[in-house]
């Protein structure tokens, strides 16, 4: 009876594991459906920051950022039926803070990059059971005028305006191509 209930176990645990698998078919489903979200939502922030960035520059995108960035993530969050975070290990806004799953995921970008490798989105199935995507955010030049180094592109001006609306800012200090964070997609079962 022992032996059974042993192996009864080990059946279970495997058939359990597998269920944690996406079928090749499920990963490349979800790895297009995040970048459906991900170039939606870059696109809906990027387009509405640039026209603040134009209309004043730092001083009218600095705090159109921090009160609309999160409220249009939402939107699209809504739109897409997912819940949509940017996270990083260097934040702005504290409630972009890495999970420790995402600060794994973040240090292998890193690593990636360090070794010159392409970046791939990465699907998995999550603590919740719910399919999660992750994909890179990199900084591209005009990010620089708000992440950048301070007294290089980081103006001292910008930096003390992005100071007063984030004061534990650490999202500074980057260059052109590095991993600004990631884009982390949770898909909610239906």
Wanted: glycine share 4%; proline share 4%.
């Amino acid at each position: 009876m022992y032996k059974k209930l042993i192996i009864f176990t080990v059946l279970l645990s495997i058939v359990a594991c597998d269920n944690n698998k996406l079928s090749k078919v499920e990963e490349e489903e979800y790895i297009n459906k995040g970048k459906e979200i991900t170039k939606a939502s870059f696109k809906e922030l990027s387009t509405n920051l640039m026209a603040q960035m134009k209309l004043g520059g730092p001083k009218q995108a600095v705090p159109f950022c921090n009160t609309q960035a999160m409220p249009i993530t939402d939107k699209m969050a809504k739109k897409y039926n997912v819940t949509i975070k940017r996270a990083s290990d260097k934040v702005r806004n504290a409630e972009n803070k890495a999970t420790e799953r995402e600060l794994q995921i973040i240090a292998g970008y890193k690593a990636s990059l360090e070794n010159s490798s392409e970046l791939s989105p990465i699907v998995e199935i999550n603590s919740d059971k719910n399919k999660q995507f992750y994909a890179p955010i990199i900084i591209k030049e005009k990010c620089l005028v708000c992440h950048g180094k301070p007294n290089e592109q980081l103006k001292v001006k910008t930096d003390s305006l992005i100071k007063s609306f984030y004061p534990h800012d650490k999202a500074i200090g980057y260059k052109n191509g590095d991993l600004r964070g990631i884009w982390s997609i949770e898909f909610k079962n239906n």
